[in-house]
Nanobody, 115 residues
Framework: QVQLVESGGGLVQPGGSLRLSCAASGSIFSLPPMGWYRQAPGKQRELVAV???????NYADSVKGRFTISRDNAKKTVYLQMNSLKPEDTAVYYC?????????WGQGTQVTVSS
């Protein structure tokens, strides 16, 4: 079992920044590959960024150059630094990992970009 808890969401003006955190706990020795997803109202959940244990990262085209995923293995935490936020970034953000064949999701954290 793996538990994921996101934090760091909130209301921010366009052009602002937020940093999301996702802390993993449970029966894991080290932090597995992690991903951030988001779901806006009326839309499907989409992949935002992934970070593997080998240091590989990948981003959705819509966030490249603005968002950065990183990890702290000692804290078993993955981060999503979001800069130059736009209203279209408004969504519930979820972290995800796949561990021993199972997929785990956090409860999500709301990000609202509005003036």
């Amino acid at each position: 079992q793996v538990q994921l808890v996101e934090s760091g969401g909130g209301l921010v003006q366009p052009g602002g920044s937020l940093r999301l955190s996702c802390a993993a706990s449970g029966s894991i020795f080290s932090l597995p590959p992690m991903g951030w997803y988001r779901q806006a109202p009326g839309k499907q959940r989409e992949l935002v960024a992934v970070d593997t244990t080998g240091g590989f990262t990948n981003y959705a085209d819509s966030v490249k150059g603005r968002f950065t995923i990183s990890r702290d293995n000692a804290k078993k935490t993955v981060y999503l630094q979001m800069n130059s936020l736009k209203p279209e970034d408004t969504a519930v953000y979820y972290c995800n990992t796949k561990y021993r064949g199972l997929s785990y999701w956090g409860q999500g954290t709301q990000v609202t970009v509005s003036s």
